[in-house]
């Protein structure tokens, strides 16, 4: 651990030079605590086309080289590309189970509410937000990103961790909190670009980070 070098190294060489910093941020789904995305590979804000937030934060899992190729990070040959198992699944393999909703409304009851409830929940107990104005701010983009997903419904795949249903057990949370309570954790919503880009869409506000 890096505490230890600091006893047989020199502080100056202890500490990275700023370009080469290797802290790594990396994102857990406020609900579950599964590991989702990090900050290895550049994220943005998703802007509407007026220009107002979605509540949505995406990374790229295939991004099309310049040769006009989908690039998965090898030469291999091109059905061999398909087997893709891109690089979000590679680094969070917890994230590759599909989930499928035939309809909006199956989507919106079976899932949106528990998450929605786990996020308003888990987000109180963990204090994620220093006051309440910052609070109300993340529900209206919790809002937007839900309105953004049903938009797109069509177009999305939905990927999580198998057990993305969270039962809280008696004792788990400190003074029994939410005992008892269902909630769902986060989904990556998976989209394909015309440019045969491919982005994964995560719910900003849902996450917690941890830095490595």
Known sequence: SHSN??????????RPAPTTA?????????????????????????????????????VPIVNKSESGAVDTGGDEEADEAEEWKLDQFWMF????????????????????AFFQDGFVKMAKYHKAFSSKEEFQAAGKRFKAAQKWILANFKELQFFGPE????????????GDKYAGDTFCGNFMYVKYEQDGTIYGYFVKDAFRSVTF
């Open 163 to 174: 057990l993305y249903i969270k039962e809280i057990e008696e004792g788990e949370l400190e």
């Open 22 to 58: 290797s802290i790594m941020k990396v994102f857990k789904c406020i609900v579950t605590g599964t590991e989702m995305f990090s900050d290895a590979k550049p994220w943005e804000d998703v802007v509407d086309e007026e220009g107002n937030e979605t509540g949505l934060i995406r």
């Open 93 to 112: 393999p917890d994230i590759e189970n599909e989930f499928e909703f035939p309809k909006k409304k199956a989507f919106k009851e079976d899932y949106w």
């Open 5 to 14: 070098l600091h006893r047989v190294l020199p502080v100056s060489l202890c």
